[in-house]
């Protein structure tokens, strides 16, 4: 089966342009989710989706993120306006749900954002 | 809250040789599980093994196994006979398994290994 695909795979804006990244889970995945990765740091959970609803935005940094999963399917993650600090790696992940919840989540290639 | 430690930022190993990745973690959560996951230069993040922390025996897949002590809060990856294709990054995570965050997983920055041929 394909795996995660993230489109695309690197992104280079100037800060105040917008920005939107966009997740294709593994077929019959109906839990999504985004992670971020900063420079230097660890790789920081931002949300997870259940079919098209948000089950979990603790994750988001503020209000210029904005994630949309679009009829239960693909997943969009826009930036606006993008800041310096929003530069790193985005992840998006997949899974579907085991009972006992002992399920692996699996990621894509990540897109590498850069905010100059 | 929870927090994964990895003391290694860097490990060499010479080919066909084991290694071991040191993952030590903190949780007030009773059921959590543990994960490792491979990051390739190409960037995509592989899961490798699980472990739940109610497993009474440590997990093994393949040629990778966790040295899982649940009293000192560690879950080791061994990788046994190196290949030059097991240079990677190599990330510790876990998430709790039931209640609030139950689907977030927490990670660790990392240990980039380096297969030696």
């Known amino acids: 089966e394909a795996g995660v695909t993230q489109f695309p795979s690197h992104s280079v804006i100037e800060k105040g342009q917008t920005v939107t990244l966009r997740c294709d889970p593994i077929s019959g995945h109906d839990n999504l989710y985004w992670y971020r990765r900063v420079m230097g740091k660890e790789i920081k959970f931002l949300l997870h989706f259940v079919k098209e609803s948000k089950q979990d935005e603790s994750g988001m940094p503020n209000n210029r993120f904005l994630a949309e999963r679009t009829g239960g399917t693909y997943s969009t993650l826009k930036v606006q306006p993008a800041e310096l600090e929003d530069s790193g790696v985005y992840f998006c992940a997949s899974s579907r749900p085991v009972e006992g919840g002992s399920y692996e989540q699996y990621f894509g290639p990540g897109t590498r954002l850069t905010v100059t | ?117």
């Open chain 2, 1 to 117: 809250a929870q927090k994964i430690t990895q003391t290694q930022p860097g490990m060499f190993v010479q080919e066909k040789e084991a290694v071991t990745l040191d993952c030590t973690y903190d949780t007030s959560d009773q059921s959590y599980g543990l994960f490792w996951y491979k990051q390739p230069s190409s960037g995509e993040m592989i899961f490798l093994i699980y472990q739940g922390s109610y497993d009474e025996q440590n997990a093994t897949e393949g040629r990778y196994s966790l040295n899982f002590q649940k009293a000192r809060k560690s879950t080791n990856l061994v990788i046994s006979a190196s290949q030059l294709g097991d240079s990677a990054m190599y990330f510790c995570a876990m998430r709790p398994l039931s209640g609030a965050g139950s689907y977030q997983l927490t990670f660790g920055k990392g240990t980039k290994l380096s297969v030696i041929p």
